[in-house]
């Protein structure tokens, strides 16, 4: 059994009380340690990645206990690819929030830490109580980051933010619940075989308890009408907090990709594509939505905000397409889109600082210190935000055009996503023009920024070259997501990974 | 037996979902306590409700009853719990902090309007 698949849950884990206890009064101290971790789970990650890349699913069953009765872990290449999405941007907010934001509160590296290891272990499971168990791990670090430095704007918001968790949480029980009193089972391969047996009698409560997860999965992602909790939320949070919750969303994302392709795929008899007749127009209405909500922000971490939900809302689309071509597209999308979003309330936050008294307000205002500086990064990143070329998010908007144009009515999802990018591109540009160019005019000068921002201005760099990346390697990469996605579709090369090739030629079971 | 188990869930879930819609703090907290009450006793249901049966291998038994359910909500007992306390400390500190309980953060002064 190969252990390097448990080390990303395992490594954060041990590294987050030893930052708790060891290095609670020495700031240096947990930044050391902290950078340590991430750069280590980068570095696991790739390994993982040289792991799986050759199409091979690893199972590690924890303390050797066979599924479908023990708990298992699962890499295969949709898992290990988040993992490193995961991991890289980790790294780059860790570089920006170890510029100051991190002494503004307690224990900010702790929990740091503990968030990853919900993160990842969430992408790791193949077990569906185990994923509600994660889900919890990273939602408790979340409210301590969340509210991370106090305030009261941020405390309220914080308030409402664990209100709606915990009813999430507890539509997840009622769920799983569900699901196992018919299923008998709660390891997502075992699910996979006997959902297609369910009898007609029972195949109501199964698909209510598939369709109550849904919703779960659906307020993780942020998609109407239950995304009321992210603007609150992502707007009051600390930057480098709202910038690793862009990942947050994706979770939820990578959920459904999984369980609705796995469990409720084509071979599941009557209930085979339960999500796609909701997913879809849930998606577009988030789409135009969010795009909408872009155009009417009036703060720069609102815009952000509003730009992640439309971009869940495009990566939604493509998922809910359910064929290898859109769920390609939206891994693609899936990887811009995260970096996209973090580096926006990154940039948010900095200017956010040099302007005293506006904040980060769409007004004009005097020039402020390293105008230009933000002004190109905010440039580029708006580039790659509303998919523009030349820039990543082109690229994932043209690979979603493309994959719907089989779907079943193309006519509406080009429409729309064509008008909600030219919505998004308005909605950016007067953003940017009024802070950044209209500001020039101004008579007078923001005092110099405090502090020294060499590391914050080197996090969003290296956010930007990921965007930049995935836009060179475009070629590489979308050959590898291609890959990947008819590794999911594959879903009898999972099965048969977890419970070894007997199970479906009705052997053990 | 299954309308007493069913009832109670019910009301429950009705009782909780009402608090959780209202507006000041305390209610919603007391609300998700009782959703996952009324979560816990459903999980325990999802077994199927048997009399005087043993979870594990016992020699002398005639049947047994589905031991996962019961580690299930052991687990949901524990992670309602903590989530319980850490609900409460974020609401007492938004009160401290916004000087009122609503949600919204509204001001006493709005509050009979």
């Known amino acids: ?509 | 037996m299954e309308f007493l188990l069913s009832s109670a869930i019910g009301l429950l879930t009705a009782a909780g979902v009402y608090l959780i819609l209202r507006a000041r703090t305390y209610p919603v907290v007391l609300g998700l306590a009782l959703l996952s009450y009324a979560t816990n006793l459903f999980l325990f249901a999802t077994g199927r409700l048997v009399l005087d049966r043993p979870p594990v291998i016992l020699a002398l038994a005639n049947g047994y009853t589905d031991p996962l359910p019961q580690a299930l909500v052991l687990t949901a007992i524990v992670i309602s719990f903590g989530m319980t306390a850490v609900i409460v400390v974020m609401a007492l500190r938004s009160y401290l902090e916004n000087g009122s309980d609503h949600v919204d953060g509204e001001t006493h002064s709005e509050d009979r309007s």
């Open chain 1, 1 to 509: 059994m190969n252990h390097w698949i448990i080390a990303p849950i395992v490594l954060p884990a041990i590294m987050a009380p030893i930052l708790l206890m060891a290095a609670r009064h020495d700031v240096v101290l947990a930044r050391i340690f902290s950078i340590a971790s991430s750069v280590a789970l980068l570095g696991i990650a790739l390994a993982l990645t040289m792991m799986v890349s050759d199409g091979i699913i690893v199972t590690y069953a924890l303390g050797n206990w066979i599924p479908p009765f023990g708990i298992v872990l699962v890499a295969d290449r949709l898992s290990v690819l988040m993992l490193l999405l995961t991991a890289g941007l980790a790294l780059a907010v860790l570089l920006f929030a170890i510029d100051g934001s991190d002494r503004q509160g307690r224990h900010f590296h702790a929990l740091f830490q503990f968030q990853l290891m919900g993160i990842n272990g969430a992408f790791l499971t193949g077990d569906f109580f185990n994923l509600f168990v994660f889900f919890e791990v990273l939602l408790i670090a979340s409210y301590g980051l969340m509210v991370h430095g106090g305030g009261a704007a941020r405390t309220r918001a914080g308030v409402q933010y664990v209100a709606i968790n915990l009813v999430g949480s507890t539509l997840f029980l009622i769920a799983v619940g569900m699901i196992y009193s018919v299923a008998g089972t709660l390891n997502m391969a075992d699910l996979a075989i006997r959902v297609p047996k369910i009898a007609a009698g029972d195949q109501a409560l199964l698909q209510t308890g598939a369709l109550l997860l849904l919703l779960v999965f659906c307020i993780k992602a942020a998609l109407v009408p239950v995304h009321f909790w992210l603007p609150g939320t992502y707007a009051n949070a600390p930057a480098p907090v709202a910038a690793l919750f862009a990942i947050m969303t994706k979770v939820g994302a990578y959920c459904v990709i999984r369980l609705y392709i796995l469990a409720f795929g084509a071979d599941a008899g009557a209930a085979s594509w339960l999500a796609a007749p909701w997913l879809l127009p849930a998606a577009l209405v988030t789409l135009t939505l969010g795009m909408t909500g872009v155009l009417a922000a009036r703060r720069l971490g609102q815009l952000a905000s509003f730009a992640v939900i439309g971009s869940m809302g495009m990566l939604l689309v493509a998922i809910a397409l359910f064929t290898p071509a859109s769920l390609s597209a939206a891994l693609y999308y899936l990887l811009h889109s995260t970096l996209a979003g973090a580096v926006l309330f990154l940039i948010a936050d900095l200017v956010s600082r040099r302007r005293p008294g506006q904040d980060d307000a769409l007004t004009v205002a005097p020039r402020f210190a390293q105008l230009s500086l933000l002004a190109g990064a905010f440039f580029i990143a708006a580039i790659a935000a509303t998919g523009m070329p030349p820039l990543s998010g082109f690229i994932g908007k043209l690979l979603i055009l493309d994959a719907a144009r089989d779907s079943a009515n193309p006519v509406l999802i080009w429409s729309l996503l064509l008008l909600t990018s030219l919505l998004a591109i308005i909605g950016f540009g007067r953003a940017g023009s009024t802070l950044f160019w209209k500001s020039t005019g101004e008579p007078g000068h923001f005092p110099a920024a405090p502090e020294n921002n060499t590391l914050s201005l080197v996090a969003i760099g290296l956010l930007l070259a990921g965007s930049v990346g995935l836009t060179l390697f475009a070629g590489p990469l979308t050959a590898y997501l291609d890959a990947t996605a008819e590794q999911v579709f594959a879903t009898r090369q999972y099965i048969e990974a977890v419970l070894g090739n007997t199970v479906l030629e009705g052997g053990i079971l």
